[in-house]
């Protein structure tokens, strides 16, 4: 049920004749309705404001940025970037993760 009202959402926040919403009122809606579900969350956020581009944001991606909060485990390990299932900011998503990982545990090691 959570996931239709998700789905719903996009439509109801679009303008009419558009097939995108802007990325301000997708980070807005996403701050309410995913820390919740998506541990990743306060990643995510850090990926749009580092290295998410765009000013709008599309339904393909919108409807599955739920799917992979909900399916996707916190360490990433069932992320499967070959699958072609994901749309390819998500796969950015997922390398913007890989390498802050590798980083903080590199850091880790040289600090000790």
Not at 58 to 72: G, M, P, Q, S, V
Request: glycine letters at 0%; charged letters at 25%; aromatic letters at 18%.
């Amino acid at each position: 049920m959570y996931r239709a009202l998700y789905i719903w959402m996009f439509d109801y926040i679009k303008e009419a004749n558009r097939k995108t919403i802007a990325k301000e009122y997708a980070e807005h809606l996403w701050s309410v309705m995913l820390p919740a579900v998506f541990p990743l969350y306060p990643k995510w956020t850090e990926f749009l404001d580092t290295k998410y581009e765009s000013t709008v944001v599309k339904r393909d991606l919108w409807n599955c940025l739920y799917d992979f909060a909900i399916e996707i485990k916190d360490d990433l390990t069932n992320y499967d970037r070959h699958s072609g299932a994901w749309p390819v900011v998500i796969d950015e998503f997922y390398d913007f993760c890989a390498h802050s990982d590798a980083n903080n545990n590199n850091q880790q090691t040289q600090e000790h």
